[in-house]
Antibody, heavy 119, light 107 residues
Framework: EVHLVESGGGLVQPGRSLTLSCEVS????????MHWVRQPPGKGLEWVSG????????DYADSVKGRFTIARDNAKNSLFLQMHSLRSEDTALYYC????????????WGQGTMVTVSS | SYELTQPPSVSVSLGQMARITCSGE??????ASWYQQRPGQFPILLIY???ERPSGIPERFSGSSSGTIATLTISGAQAEDEADYYC??????????FGGGTKLTVL
């Protein structure tokens, strides 16, 4: 069974940094592209960032480019999101998402970790 | 920046057909996918590549696409279909974009 478990969320002041982690099990992590998607409270989904299986391709939404860095450790089946210069508008539930090579779209989702940016 | 436009809300009577649209300039060249999100839960993939349904998704969910509009159709809406629905596609650069979401109410 596939499991994606996010961690690292919490309350952080504007301008500070935070790193999210996602531990994956139940599928061949090293073969899969991975993404982060966020959802502000009561609002819609927003794609944040994605990374290819071998880290050769990374992409970011304009809203986080230059502030967030996505990374992965295939040996540890883990995905990361380093977030710097956090803003109030970054407040959201952050989902770790697996890109399916079968469906060519986001398939498996974690339960999410909440990030609240507030003074 | 690229946008996918969905109606904020759609209502349907129990057992009737519901259609949710997603409008985007790149849709003639990019596939659309659809997700269902119930309150407090993560999204579930309903439709991929405009019309394909993953295993385990009920047949009453179907997708279509014509020109700049992709459509999710629910044939015979059930009470448990009351949820938020999101379309997903990519812009011309290949970056992913979600629609704003549609709240489906089953009356």
């Amino acid at each position: 069974e596939v499991h994606l478990v996010e961690s690292g969320g919490g309350l952080v002041q504007p301008g500070r940094s935070l790193t999210l982690s996602c531990e994956v099990s139940g599928f061949t992590f090293h073969d899969s592209a991975m993404h982060w998607v966020r959802q502000p409270p009561g609002k819609g989904l927003e794609w944040v960032s994605g990374i290819s299986w071998n880290t050769s391709i990374v992409d970011y939404a304009d809203s986080v480019k230059g502030r967030f860095t996505i990374a992965r450790d295939n040996a540890k089946n883990s995905l990361f999101l380093q977030m710097h210069s956090l803003r109030s508008e970054d407040t959201a539930l952050y989902y770790c998402v697996m890109y399916s090579t079968l469906y060519h779209v986001f398939d498996m989702w974690g339960q999410g970790t909440m990030v609240t940016v507030s003074s | 920046s690229y946008e996918l436009t969905q109606p904020p809300s759609v209502s349907v009577s129990l057992g009737q057909m519901a259609r949710i649209t997603c409008s985007g300039e790149a849709l003639p060249k990019k596939y659309a996918s659809w997700y269902q999100q119930r309150p407090g839960q993560f999204p579930i993939l309903l439709i991929y590549k405009d019309t394909e349904r993953p295993s385990g998704i009920p047949e009453r969910f179907s997708g279509s696409s014509s020109g700049t509009i992709a459509t999710l159709t629910i044939s015979g809406a059930q009470a448990e279909d009351e949820a938020d629905y999101y379309c997903l596609s990519a812009d011309s650069s290949g970056l992913w974009v979600f629609g704003g979401g549609t709240k489906l109410t089953v009356l």
